[in-house]
């Protein structure tokens, strides 16, 4: 598995794991794997004890954080709106809308701002939002910054340099891939469609070659889709010199997935999910639920932008998470970002344990290659 990847981020598998849990990260990277923490949702001051956190477990071994940096969302002329802000501009419409889903579901009121659910009127998208995280993760050792959503600003990609930081950054096209490798990103991400959070409409197994040979030689990680050894293995024949994997952690001992939609994860199949402006007001691949379905009706409102849509439904999604293990209309609309590869989440395991199964599950194939190859298959 010695690529350049693993190379220059110093570790002995190629195989980077995203994930907004501190846990799963140092697993992770633990195990000889990269853990990236996802840091959208976090206050300045989560993440600077998540990061010293990690840093501890971690002991010398590299990890990265990843923040949301969207060319394009609601008040980027004055450089980003705050909370209240945000608030003044939900429109009457689609509050109630999302009242009546409530009511309907027959979802208790009242829910703790900083509960469970609760962090999607706090995606910290803008400039004003994202450098106090940026100057929070500088600050510690990281070993990589990713950016998706936007190409990362030059003075981001300046700063990163400086601290011999590498920079990544998440592409669902060629095109993006090309604006991110003109913009002096370090490592590209090309991520399919099937994967879980935002995401474009190629997938993977058409995206990968084709952004290799365009951003050639900058390197490429493939994601989307992957979360087994066969998988990284089909990765790596289409050019890509690592994988970036988010879904698979999500049915890990260590994720902080709400236990109802946890187990939601593991009955799924791989058509249980779709693609949904429903949570952030831009397509995320997640879950199918009671809560999609409302917003794929034909009567039902437009999502608002990035990040309106977020502050809309934060308070909705924090109620679902309080009840839904005990209210039957929560439990129907509970749902969360994942990929296709959901249909594969069959039963929680340590980190550790889905980080050896793959690489392991890798080796077998290359060796069945090899043999194959030499006419012993
Ligand atoms: C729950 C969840 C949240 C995500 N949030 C982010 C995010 O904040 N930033 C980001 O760059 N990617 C995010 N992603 C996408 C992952 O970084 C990754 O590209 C994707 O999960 C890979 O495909 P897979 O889900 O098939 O493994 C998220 C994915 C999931 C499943």
Same mark, same amino acid.
Request: hydrophobic share 60%.
């Given at each position: 598995m010695k690529t350049r990847v693993s190379e220059r981020l110093g570790v002995e598998f190629p195989v980077l794991a995203f994930s907004h849990c501190r846990d799963v990260v140092a697993a992770v990277t633990n195990a000889g794997g990269f853990g990236v923490l996802g840091?959208?949702?976090h206050t300045p001051q989560r993440l600077e004890? $998540? =990061?010293a956190w990690i840093e501890e477990q971690t002991r010398g071994r590299p990890?990265?954080? $990843? =923040?949301?940096?969207?060319?394009r969302y609601e008040g980027a002329d004055q450089g980003g709106l705050d909370r209240d802000a945000v608030r003044q501009l939900l429109p009457p419409e689609q509050q109630a809308f999302v009242d009546d889903i409530l009511l309907r579901y027959g979802v208790p009121a009242g829910a703790d701002p900083d509960g469970e659910g609760g962090s999607l009127d706090l995606l910290r998208v803008s400039p004003k939002g994202y450098e106090p995280l940026l100057d929070v993760a500088f600050a510690h050792r990281i070993a990589l910054i990713a950016s998706a959503l936007g190409a990362p600003p030059p003075a981001l990609i300046e700063r990163a340099h400086a601290a011999g930081v590498t920079v990544a950054a998440l592409a669902g096209t060629v095109a993006h891939a090309e604006r991110h490798k003109a913009a002096g990103v370090d490592l590209i991400v090309a991520q399919g469609t099937e994967a879980g959070g935002h995401t474009g409409e190629i997938a993977t197994m058409v995206l990968v070659p084709d952004v290799v040979d365009a951003v050639r030689p900058t390197p490429v990680l493939a994601a989307g889709g992957i979360a087994s050894g066969r998988q990284i293995a089909a990765a790596f024949a289409l050019g890509a010199e690592g994988v970036w994997c988010g879904s698979v952690w999500l049915a890990t001992e260590e994720a902080e997935t709400h236990p109802v939609v946890k187990r939601k994860f593991l009955e799924a199949s791989a058509s249980d999910t779709v693609r949904s402006r429903s949570l952030t007001g831009k397509p995320a691949r997640m879950l199918r639920s009671a809560w999609t379905d409302e917003w794929a009706r034909e009567d039902a409102p437009t999502a608002l932008a990035m990040p309106?849509?977020?502050?809309?439904?934060?308070?909705a999604q924090r109620r679902i998470a309080r009840a839904a293990a005990s209210s039957p209309g929560a439990e129907r609309l509970a749902n969360y970002f994942v990929g296709q590869v959901v249909g594969r989440l069959d039963r929680v395991r340590p980190a550790r344990h889905v980080l050896?199964?793959?690489v392991t599950e890798y080796a077998d194939v290359v060796e069945r290659f090899a043999a194959e190859a030499r006419g012993q298959g």
């Open positions: 840091g959208v949702v004890i $998540d =990061l990890f990265g954080v $990843d =923040l949301l940096l969207p060319s309106i849509q977020g502050a809309l439904v934060a308070d050896i199964d793959m």
